[in-house]
């Protein structure tokens, strides 16, 4: 294998994994741009190492590793947050990512750019779905959308939404910009209208509305 072949090997397991990884940072989870960077460029590394470094040896083996090592990395991405599991779909996401560096790094070009756009096609794409099937699960009524012109402000605005109602949830938060995003709260059918009215002045909200209960959203276990 020439040096040359070793870098682009590299730089597109490179690429394939920013672009996931972005998607998850734009989405604020755990394990975002760099992290998700890192697991793919590495997961590339190993299996470089494996083939370049063990030649005439089981090269599965470090493949095997691989996966068993990142499983444990995507364990840290799950919290369970009173009756609610978060992270899995962050956990899957680094387990995918690696999967797409071991392909980069064996040279399955075809196997990593496709892999990465079907990933990227059922983050950004098929969440609608996957939230219609969750929203059947919450036990919340309804929804509030506040757009935000300072993320900063994001705590702020969820600690006075629970003050007005103290089953209040984070259900979903999406940047829109450097300093802008969109969250999505969880509120009482009766509290719905108030909390959008009260949250509209709050500092830092450019806008707040009430949602219909089928509004599709993130799904909770993103």
Same mark, same amino acid.
């Given at each position: 294998?020439?040096?040359?072949?070793?870098?682009?090997?590299?730089?597109?397991?490179?690429?394939?994994? $920013? @672009?996931?990884?972005?998607?998850?940072?734009?989405?604020?989870?755990? #394990?975002?741009?760099? *992290?998700? %960077?890192? +697991?793919? !460029?590495?997961?590339?590394?190993?299996?470089?190492?494996?083939?370049?470094?063990?030649?005439?040896?089981?090269?599965?083996?470090?493949?095997?590793?691989?996966?068993?090592?990142?499983?444990?990395?995507?364990?840290?991405?799950?919290?369970?947050?009173?009756?609610?599991?978060?992270?899995?779909?962050?956990?899957?996401?680094?387990?995918?990512?690696? $999967? @797409?560096?071991?392909?980069?790094?064996?040279?399955?070009?075809?196997? #990593?750019?496709?892999? *990465?756009? %079907?990933? +990227?096609? !059922?983050?950004?794409?098929?969440?609608?779905?996957?939230?219609?099937?969750?929203?059947?699960?919450?036990?919340?009524?309804?929804?509030?959308?506040?757009?935000?012109?300072?993320?900063?402000?994001?705590?702020?605005?969820?600690?006075?939404?629970?003050?007005?109602?103290?089953?209040?949830?984070?259900?979903?938060?999406?940047?829109?910009?450097?300093?802008?995003?969109?969250?999505?709260?969880?509120?009482?059918?009766?509290?719905?209208?108030?909390?959008?009215?009260?949250?509209?002045?709050?500092?830092?909200?450019?806008?707040?509305?009430?949602?219909?209960?089928?509004?599709?959203?993130?799904?909770?276990?993103?």
């Amino acid at each position: 294998m020439s040096e040359i072949e070793v870098i682009a090997r590299l730089l597109l397991a490179l690429v394939c994994s $920013a @672009v996931i990884g972005y998607e998850r940072e734009t989405a604020q989870k755990a #394990a975002g741009f760099r *992290t998700h %960077i890192l +697991v793919g !460029v590495g997961a590339a590394i190993f299996t470089i190492v494996s083939i370049i470094g063990f030649e005439g040896g089981d090269e599965s083996r470090v493949a095997a590793q691989i996966v068993t090592g990142v499983g444990f990395l995507g364990a840290g991405a799950i919290f369970k947050e009173g009756a609610t599991v978060r992270g899995l779909t962050t956990a899957a996401g680094l387990w995918v990512v690696a $999967a @797409v560096g071991m392909a980069a790094g064996s040279g399955s070009y075809t196997v #990593a750019i496709t892999g *990465t756009v %079907i990933v +990227v096609a !059922v983050l950004i794409l098929f969440y609608r779905a996957d939230a219609i099937l969750a929203r059947r699960k919450q036990k919340v009524a309804y929804q509030v959308e506040v757009t935000l012109a300072d993320t900063k402000q994001l705590d702020g605005v969820l600690k006075f939404a629970r003050r007005i109602d103290d089953n209040v949830e984070q259900v979903a938060f999406k940047r829109t910009g450097d300093k802008t995003g969109v969250l999505i709260i969880g509120v009482k059918e009766e509290k719905a209208e108030m909390v959008a009215e009260m949250l509209s002045s709050h500092k830092g909200v450019a806008s707040a509305e009430k949602l219909s209960p089928l509004f599709w959203v993130h799904a909770k276990t993103d």
